[in-house]
């Protein structure tokens, strides 16, 4: 079986403070792990992919296979970021979700 | 390039009626998803398929049924609607392979009174 948990429903944090979305996974197998952004009112996008060690608008995110873990960190925080974020596992045929972390980004 | 699209974007059902949401990708996608999004449970699988002509269950198939007759295409199908199917319903399409991303639908916003 594979599992995504994001134990955070919602995250406040002041623009210019750090932010880390926290992300744990059950897999068996070699995970591939990923994390979508939906902004209001947009669909579902990739933000970015572990395979990549990309940057992305700022956001890192770091594949730890000892603690299971995928967290999403950006140092400062801007109002743009305001949006749900997915944490995502595929697995063998099949994508699972996290139930998502909304950021909210005060002024 | 559309991408994947999902027909309709709105609907309002009365419980026991059945309808159909179709989902069609133009990227020649193997792997095609349904799932539903609620609040606070985030996105849940419902229907798979990993190519054309084959359909799999995900975490929460009771009370829909899918077909994948062309490969461009998914439907998703609610035989007799109940008010806990009130959900937003998400399409995607990824690559077969490794670390391919999933490409989202719009949504579409199904109410059951």
């Known amino acids: 079986a594979q599992r995504v948990t994001q134990p955070e429903k919602l995250l406040s944090v002041f623009k210019g403070a750090p932010v880390e979305l926290k992300c744990n996974y059950s897999y068996s197998g070699s995970p591939e792990l990923f994390w979508y952004v939906q902004y209001s009112r947009q669909r579902l996008q990739l933000l970015l992919r572990h395979i990549s060690r990309e940057s992305i608008k700022g956001f890192t995110a770091d594949l730890n296979k000892g603690e299971t873990s995928f967290h999403l960190k950006k140092p400062f925080a801007q109002e743009e970021d305001s949006a749900m974020y997915y944490c995502a596992l595929k697995g063998y045929q099949k994508v699972t979700f996290g139930t998502g972390t909304k950021l909210q980004v005060i002024p | ?113």
């Open chain 2, 1 to 113: 390039n559309a991408g994947v699209t999902q027909t309709p974007k709105f609907r309002v059902l009365k419980t026991g009626q059945s309808m159909t949401l179709l989902c069609a990708q133009d990227m020649n996608h193997e792997y095609m998803y349904w799932y539903r999004q609620d609040p606070g449970m985030g996105l849940r699988l419902i229907h798979y398929s990993v190519g054309e002509g084959t359909t799999a269950k995900g975490e929460v198939p009771d009370g829909y049924n899918v077909s994948r007759l062309k490969k461009q295409n998914f439907l998703l199908g609610l035989e007799s609607a109940a008010p806990s199917q009130t959900s937003v319903y998400f399409c995607a399409s990824s690559l077969a392979g490794p670390n391919t991303e999933a490409f989202f639908g719009q949504g579409t916003r199904l109410t059951v009174v």
